[in-house]
């Protein structure tokens, strides 16, 4: 009589779960998903964390952080999302030479090339006019491969895409590198 009366309230314990993801799930639909045709696109951690980054002038961690973001997801925007970020720092270096602020182009250079404990005590010390021109080469190089990529995906998309990042640039010309295209939903 006992084991029929404990299986019969798991039974309806079970039942109460199931009403309850149920009703959990048509809530969630009810907020607008069940009536759209879109489904609602969530950003990926390493582009919401690449985000931050841009916000924080941490470019060695973006780049990473959207280089992570095409290798779980590769795709034209993940490239071009990446293109971007060296566009990016590209920018930033450049309204840094405009302003003749060599050690903020330096505290660049030491970001870019620095990410282990040991370089606390070996420091990598780069001559900030030196690195302005090593690290715009090097990003104009990654940027054009990269660049290249999306374009063999597809050029249309490629361009639906530079053409927001182009409107971004141009509302925010002062502090676009600091962020994204909204559009974008990182």
């Known amino acids: 009589m006992r084991v029929s ?9 079970m039942i109460c779960l199931g009403v309850g ?17 879109e489904i609602p696109i969530l950003p990926s951690k390493p582009l919401a964390n690449a985000k931050v980054y841009l916000m924080a002038g941490d470019y060695r961690r973006a780049v990473e952080a959207c280089q992570e ?11 071009v999302y990446l293109a971007y970020v060296y566009q990016a720092i590209d920018g930033y270096l450049a309204s840094l030479a405009k ?21 606390l005590i070996d420091p990598p ?26 374009n063999r995906l ?23 590198w600091t962020g994204t295209p909204d559009e974008w939903r990182w």
């Open 99 to 119: 302003q003749e602020d060599y050690v903020k182009i330096e505290q660049l250079a030491l970001n870019l090339t620095t990410r282990k404990v040991l370089d």
């Open 69 to 79: 973001n095409l290798d779980r997801n590769p795709s034209v925007e993940a490239y």
């Open 154 to 176: 597809s050029r249309t998309r490629t361009d639906e895409l530079w053409a927001q990042q182009t409107r971004w640039r141009e509302v925010k010309p002062d502090s676009w």
């Open 5 to 13: 009366s404990v299986s019969k309230r798991v039974w309806e314990i």
């Open 21 to 37: 993801v149920i009703l959990l799930g048509t809530l969630l639909l009810s907020n607008g998903w069940a009536q759209s045709d």
């Open 125 to 150: 010390n780069v001559m900030p006019r030196m690195a302005q021109e090593i690290i715009h080469e090097g990003i104009r190089q990654q940027f054009d491969v990269t660049a290249a990529m999306a």
